[in-house]
């Protein structure tokens, strides 16, 4: 683990002009402000619902602190211990065999196929298929939309699409005075359901 956060500050540590910086104080700041954010340990285990939970948890605080994809797996790597920490591994000496690059998207993926199983990300796509606003505010409907969204990305592959999704989810009284207004972008669409719903 040293030894990867060493290579890590050796190809991030540079200034641009001829001025260098200590790499180590960059990195460790770097880890400091990440540990403010007080991020969960991942075990491992047969719950989804931890995994899931623990992922969007690192996926917040990737989110806050704008890190380079490369050290969002090395932090949240971290933070792994037990069967995780074994899994993490075992993936990694695959990744150092097929030079498969450090990034997000290469850890998520492996992340979902071992602690989200098929099965789990079905029920999740099905609950976003059948998600309804229901009793829910607009707010607490658009956390669920965006929270389930990432299980069914066809659904929402464009930005058009992803809005007619949600307004198809809202109550009839909401969809029906956002039918005619002129909405662009996702967070019109939001702004615009909650306005009506505060009205």
């Given at each position: 683990?040293?030894?990867l956060l060493a290579r890590l500050v050796d190809q991030q540590g540079q200034v641009p002009g001829n001025q260098q910086r200590d790499p180590e104080v960059g990195e460790d700041k770097a880890l400091e402000r990440?540990?403010?954010f007080a991020p969960p340990k991942f075990l491992g285990g047969p719950e989804p619902e931890v995994a899931e939970n623990w992922f969007e948890r690192m996926e917040d605080i990737f989110a806050a602190l704008h890190y380079t994809e490369e050290r969002q797996v090395t932090?949240?790597?971290?933070q792994l211990e037990g069967a995780a920490l074994s899994w993490w591994n075992v993936v990694r000496a695959k990744w150092e065999r097929e030079q498969t690059p450090r990034t997000w998207l290469?850890?998520?993926r492996e992340f979902n196929e071992k602690f989200l199983p098929p099965l789990i990300q079905e029920k999740r796509e099905d609950e976003f298929i059948k998600l309804r606003q229901g009793t829910s505010s607009v707010a607490e409907y658009e956390t669920q939309f965006t929270r389930l969204s990432k299980f069914a990305p066809e659904l929402v592959v464009s930005e058009q699409k992803r809005?007619?999704?949600?307004?198809?989810g809202l109550n009839v009284e909401i969809q029906k005075d956002l039918a005619a207004a002129q909405i662009d972008t996702f967070k019109d669409a939001l702004e615009k359901a909650q306005r009506v719903e505060q009205a």
């Open positions: 683990m040293i030894d990440f540990q403010k932090f949240a790597v971290f290469n850890f998520t809005i007619r999704r949600f307004k198809q």
